[in-house]
């Protein structure tokens, strides 16, 4: 399949007074639970350009508390219409294809098709790998790693002729602490040399650090938006931060933000299933403009959308770096 083109990436002006570098829509929270039926939240969830308009893989927990995964599609990016049904997943492996539990997932556009990842229960958490190219048919490849790991994010390009992941390994529960680990492959099934990306840092990334949206190829290197976590009284609190990383090897740090992008401040980010976590799933870059459309989990609820110019987060991770 050809390249997907982007369309008319979603887009408002900075609020007339801001200052932010990132700036909410103003149609927040963009997906609620109600757009599909049976389902008590929606959240976590990446998109990618498709046909005229965008497609996405959405994090749907439904009234039993199981997550999954279901597709959507939307004209504008901003209205979806979300697939009732979960993703039937075609695999080879009966015992990989077994569901427990899928959530967070990332979609990137890579040679021929869109790749997908997300969080797989295969005894406790690890990376799910699968494809479509059509968002009609999805296929499911081996787990990436062996439990326990989440956060799993495919680069969209080959580095140094071989696939390369971003992930954070973990633990069984809520987990608290974790670093950046970046992984390569040769055909997207068996992975290995393992590098170590990056770990916890004063303030709002005290806690953990994991991988956001697929990471961005720019003439600096690649940007990574990622959740740091601090762990306050009643608990965690998920924020967005962004890093640059070196292109021929991501695994150097070049510099990092000190303080957050995007870090819980509206009711919807402050209150829901899990309070005060912005959680950042889905990126879309315009070239020619350098706009950007960032897609992040709310309060582990609903689905928030941000914007900000491509220009001045790399300025800012540069000048407000560590
Ligand atoms: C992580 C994952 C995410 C969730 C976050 C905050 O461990 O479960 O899906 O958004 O915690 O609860």
């Known amino acids: 399949m050809a390249e997907p083109v982007m369309g008319n990436i979603p887009w408002e002006e900075r609020p007339k007074g801001s200052t932010e570098l990132v700036w909410r829509s103003a149609r927040n929270p963009i997906l ?68 427990e539990y899928r959530y967070d997932p990332r979609v990137v556009w890579m ?67 974790g670093d950046i680990f970046y992984s390569e492959s040769p055909d997207l099934v068996h992975w290995g040399r393992h590098r170590f990306v990056m770990a916890p840092a004063p303030g709002w990334q005290s806690t953990k650090v994991g991988p956001g949206p697929a990471p961005l190829e720019t003439d600096e290197g690649w940007l990574l938006l990622y959740h740091g976590v601090i762990t306050q009284c009643n608990g965690f609190v998920y924020s967005m931060g962004a890093a640059l990383l070196d292109r021929d090897e991501p695994w150097k740090v070049l510099s990092r933000t000190r303080s957050t992008l995007l870090t819980p401040r509206e009711d ?55």
């Not at 508390?65 to 979806?80: E, K, T």
């Not at 919807?268 to 879309?284: A, H, I, K, M, Q």
């Not at 070239?287 to 309060?299: C, D, F, S």
């Open 111 to 177: 040679d021929d098709r869109y790749h997908i990842t997300w969080c797989n229960g295969y005894h406790g958490p690890t990376i799910g790998v699968g494809y479509t190219f059509d968002f009609a048919r999805f296929h499911q490849r081996e787990n990436a790693f062996l439990p326990y790991n989440r956060n799993g994010v495919l680069f969209p390009r080959k580095i140094r002729g071989s696939y390369a992941m971003l992930s954070r390994p973990s633990d069984r529960g809520h987990t608290p602490f």
């Open 268 to 322: 919807y980010e402050r209150s829901g299933d899990t309070p005060n976590v912005v959680f950042p799933c889905g990126l879309l870059h315009e070239g020619p403009t350098g706009r950007l459309a960032i897609y992040y989990g709310a309060a582990d609820t609903v689905i928030g959308l941000a914007f900000a110019h491509l220009a001045e987060i790399l300025d800012f991770v540069k000048r407000d770096g560590a």
């Open 32 to 99: 609620t639970c109600s757009a599909v039926p049976g389902t008590r939240s929606v959240f976590n969830s990446a998109v990618a350009p498709f046909g005229d308009g965008f497609a996405g893989v959405f994090r749907c927990d439904n009234s039993a508390w199981m997550m999954n995964l279901h597709r959507g599609f939307s004209p504008d990016g901003v209205r979806w219409t979300l697939d009732p049904q979960p993703i039937t997943w075609i695999c080879e492996d009966e015992e990989i294809a077994r569901l």
